[in-house]
């Protein structure tokens, strides 16, 4: 039961990051105008090697780390402020509906014939992406180490199941030449995730506060 707690709670918080507008989101659609449906599934292969790497260097060259409860503290608290910040941004975008899946065309993914590459390369030069792994990620990974590799690979499957899910539905959406996903659901999909990823942050918060004192 921990095991699918932390699975399904690393998919539902890897929404906070799949869904919203971005230059990962203009390649997968680019690549779907151009090469068809398979383009999400491809950018998200790229993506998830990139975060595997990130992840095993965290693991093993960080273990020490992650062990210090002053560290795991304050990374604690500041991953769960992060995520309450997306969390709020997400309710916010949700309820004036101001994210759209219009206008998302990468324009410099034209020449990028590797998809996969594509992936990766628009993902680590993503601040947001550094950002979040350094609070948000971080802090998920060093809870999910407390059920050993086991519960990391749990973590990590939950995760980029997420990515998988949002952009293969956006690339079978656009590769039909219209929009299966109107923009009224998505900000009503946007807003029930923020919900849950603000709830969650509480969590972070907490637990990183119980090791500060």
Not at 34 to 44: R, S
Not at 45 to 51: A, I, Q, R, S
Not at 125 to 148: D, H, K, L, V
Request: some cysteine; glycine content about 14%.
């Amino acid at each position: 039961m921990v095991l699918w707690g932390i699975f399904l709670g690393s998919f539902l918080i890897g929404f906070s990051g799949a869904m919203m507008p971005g230059p990962m989101l203009g390649v997968t659609i680019d690549g779907s105008l151009k090469k068809g449906w398979t383009a999400g599934p491809l950018t998200v292969l790229g993506h998830g090697m990139l975060e595997f790497t990130l992840i095993a260097v965290m693991l093993f060259g960080l273990k020490d780390f992650f062990n210090n409860p002053t560290v795991a503290g304050f990374i604690g608290v500041f991953g769960g402020a992060f995520l309450a910040w997306m969390g709020y941004g997400m309710i916010k975008s949700g309820i004036k509906k101001s994210v759209t899946l219009n206008n998302q065309k990468a324009d410099n993914s034209a020449g990028m014939g590797n998809l996969v590459l594509a992936g990766a390369l628009v993902s680590v030069t993503n601040p947001y992406f550094i950002i979040w792994w350094a609070s948000t990620g971080m802090e998920s990974i060093r809870q999910s180490y407390a059920s050993g590799l086991i519960g990391v690979l749990a973590f990590f499957a939950g995760h980029i199941l997420s990515d998988f899910v949002w952009y293969s539905a956006i690339s079978v959406a656009f590769s039909r030449g219209k929009k299966l996903i109107s923009d009224t659901v998505y900000c009503r999909i946007v807003l029930l995730l923020g919900i849950f990823i603000t709830g969650f942050s509480v969590y972070f918060i907490v637990s990183g506060w119980k090791m500060l004192w």
